[in-house]
C-alpha cells in the first residue's frame, strides 16, 4: 500500500478518487454535443436516432452512465445566451450527477463557461479551464461551488502549476479534477499515458498540488482519428462502425491502465462495455 491516498472529490453521491492504489473502481461520464448536435459522432448520431435534445438526455441516463456531460459546442460568442438557455431548459430533465464543457476554443469559452455555471441549479463538473481561462472561469465555479476540471497540455509541472494557480483564485483543491491532455493513437495516447501515470505516482507520493484524480477525454480524441472516421481501409480494418467503437473501448481502457478516475466516452453502448470490465 502507498503512504497517501488520492484526494476525494465529491459531486452529489459519487465519490471521485480516494483511492491509495491502482486497484479501484473508475466511473464514466457520457457526453453528447448538445448544442449543435451534427457534430456528434457518427455512432453517436447512429445510437440515439433522433435531433429531440429531451429524447437524448433521457437514452444518455439510461445507459448506466456514472455522469452526465453535455458539450455547449457553440461557434461564436453572440450564441452564449442561446446556450444559457438551453442549459436552463435541459436542467431539469437530468436526474444523474452533471457535467458541462465548452467547446475547447478560449475566446469563447473563456465567456461561455463563466455564463453557464451561473445558470447551473446543482453542483456540477465544469470542464474546462486552462491556463488561458482558468482566471475568467475560476470566480463563477467558487461562488457556486463547482467541481473544475483544469487542463494542461501533456506536462505534470504545467499541471502542477495551475492547480497552484487556480487554488490561488480561490478553487478549493478538493474541487478539482486534473486533466493532462492526451492524443487518440500512437505517440500521442504513449506519451499522454505515460504523464498520467507520472501524476499519479506523485499523488500518490503526497503532493497536494498533484493529488486529484485524473479525468480524461481520450476516446474523442481517438473517434477524431481518419482511422475512426474513414471507410477508404482495406477490408483487413473491418467494418468501419466496429472499428470506432472499439478505438473508443480501446482508448478508454488505456486510461483507465494508466490511472483515470473518470473516463468520458461518446457512444451509450461504450458505457455497458466498460462498466462490464469493472463489475
Known amino acids: 500500500m502507498n503512504a497517501h491516498s488520492i484526494r476525494t472529490v465529491d459531486l452529489e453521491n459519487l465519490k471521485i478518487g480516494g483511492e491509495d492504489s491502482l486497484q479501484f473502481r473508475p466511473l464514466f461520464s457520457l457526453e453528447v454535443a448538445i448544442y449543435n448536435l451534427d457534430e456528434n459522432f457518427q455512432i453517436v448520431k447512429d445510437f440515439y436516432k433522433t435531433t429531440d435534445r429531451v429524447k437524448i438526455i433521457e437514452l444518455a441516463q439510461e445507459s448506466g452512465c456514472d455522469i452526465i456531460g453535455l458539450k455547449f459546442n457553440i461557434d461564436d460568442v453572440d450564441k ?6 438551453l442549459l436552463k431548459e435541459l436542467l431539469p430533465k437530468i436526474n444523474k450527477p452533471l457535467m458541462i464543457r465548452g467547446v ?9 463557461l463563466p455564463e453557464l455555471v451561473k445558470v447551473l441549479d446543482r453542483e456540477s463538473i465544469v470542464a474546462f479551464g486552462n491556463e488561458n481561462t482558468y482566471k475568467f472561469i475560476v470566480p463563477e465555479t467558487v461562488k457556486g461551488g463547482h467541481i473544475l476540471v483544469l487542463r494542461s497540455p501533456i506536462d505534470i509541472n504545467l499541471a502542477k502549476e495551475l492547480n497552484i494557480l487556480s487554488s490561488d483564485l480561490g478553487q478549493p483543491l478538493d474541487k478539482i479534477l486534473i486533466d493532462t491532455d492526451i492524443g487518440g493513437l500512437g505517440y500521442g495516447l504513449e506519451y499522454g499515458y505515460s504523464i498520467m501515470e507520472k501524476v499519479k505516482l506523485e499523488g500518490f507520493n503526497g503532493d497536494d498540488y498533484l493529488n486529484m484524480p485524473l479525468i480524461s477525454f481520450v476516446t474523442e480524441e481517438s473517434l ?15 467494418n468501419l462502425d466496429e472499428r470506432a467503437k472499439l478505438f473508443e473501448v480501446s482508448s478508454a481502457s488505456a486510461v483507465v491502465a494508466a490511472g483515470a478516475n473518470v473516463v468520458v466516452l461518446n457512444n451509450p453502448d461504450s458505457v455497458r462495455i466498460m462498466k462490464g470490465l469493472f463489475k
Open 80 to 85: 452564449v445566451s442561446d446556450a444559457c438557455k
Open 104 to 112: 475547447n476554443n478560449d475566446s469563447i469559452d473563456s465567456v461561455l
Open 224 to 238: 477524431k482519428t481518419k482511422e475512426a472516421k474513414s471507410d477508404t481501409y482495406s477490408a483487413s480494418w473491418g
